[in-house]
């Protein structure tokens, strides 16, 4: 979990070989060496609270181990389930459009149709009345 911007908030040591990080749940970030020297438990040098730790590594907590993911490949999942859920949803929403502009083409030629008729009636009546 090497990444670019991991160092111990209290001695701003960076990351090499054989250095071990903490996070405590006030969220601050500590080296071995800072844990070693009580820095971070059991009162966190920083914020003053009462800080348990847990070592930052692969058998971190679920929870805390979130803010330590590579964010580029976070960035791609992410988009690929928003993409997936913009995908079922607008077609779900086009099947739909698809139905109404049906619907609203079945109702134009109905009343096509019925102009029509109601044309030929008047015309008929027309013929009738001009025929008696
Ligand atoms: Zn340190
Ligand atoms: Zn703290």
């Given at each position: 979990m090497a990444c670019a911007w991991i160092h111990c908030n209290i001695c701003l040591r960076l990351p090499s070989a054989n250095i071990r990080y903490f996070i405590s749940n006030c969220g601050h970030i500590?080296?071995?060496?800072?844990?070693?020297?009580?820095?971070?438990?059991?009162?966190?040098?920083?914020?003053?609270?009462?800080?348990?730790?847990?070592?930052?590594?692969?058998?971190?907590?679920?929870?805390?181990?979130?803010?330590?993911?590579?964010?580029?490949?976070?960035?791609?999942?992410?988009?690929?389930?928003i993409k997936a859920i913009i995908d079922f949803q607008s077609k779900n929403c086009r099947r739909l459009m698809k139905h109404k502009v049906e619907k609203i083409q079945e109702l134009q030629s109905t009343t096509i149709k019925h102009s029509e008729d109601a044309a030929t009636i008047a015309k008929l009546e027309a013929q009738r009345a001009s025929s008696s």
């Open positions: 500590a080296c071995d060496r800072c844990v070693g020297k009580k820095l971070l438990t059991p009162k966190c040098t920083i914020c003053k609270r009462d800080a348990k730790i847990e070592e930052i590594n692969k058998d971190l907590r679920e929870d805390l181990r979130k803010y330590f993911v590579n964010i580029h490949d976070f960035a791609i999942k992410s988009f690929n389930e």
